[in-house]
Nanobody, 123 residues
Framework: QVQLVESGGGLVQAGGSLRLSCAAS????????MSWYRQAPGKEREMVAT????????NYGEFVKGRFSISRDNVNNMVFLQMNSLKPGDTAVYYC????????????????WGQGTQVTVSS
């Protein structure tokens, strides 16, 4: 059974940093691209960052502009999102997504995601 559990969200002031974590289980973790998506109230869900199965390739949403970094630990089945220089516009629920097919880059479709973790950035 696939499980994705996000953590690390919270309230932070503008300019601050947060590190989100996603604990994955129930599948061959290193075979799958993983992504972070976010959804703000009244807005569509958008891709924040994605990383290949072995961690050698990454892509980011245009709005990231060098502020965020995605990484993964294939020994402990974890994926991380380091967020720096946070802005009030980054306020959203952040979700961890699992690519649908193994060894596919970039992941075109996703089949599982977690319950999300709330990130709130105050001005």
């Amino acid at each position: 059974q696939v499980q994705l559990v996000e953590s690390g969200g919270g309230l932070v002031q503008a300019g601050g940093s947060l590190r989100l974590s996603c604990a994955a289980s129930g599948f061959s973790f290193s075979n799958y691209a993983m992504s972070w998506y976010r959804q703000a109230p009244g807005k569509e869900r958008e891709m924040v960052a994605t990383i290949s199965g072995v961690g050698d390739r990454t892509n980011y949403g245009e709005f990231v502009k060098g502020r965020f970094s995605i990484s993964r630990d294939n020994v402990n089945n974890m994926v991380f999102l380091q967020m720096n220089s946070l802005k009030p516009g980054d306020t959203a629920v952040y979700y961890c997504y699992k690519g649908e097919r193994p060894f596919r880059w970039p992941a075109k479709f996703y089949d599982h995601w977690g319950q999300g973790t709330q990130v709130t950035v105050s001005s």
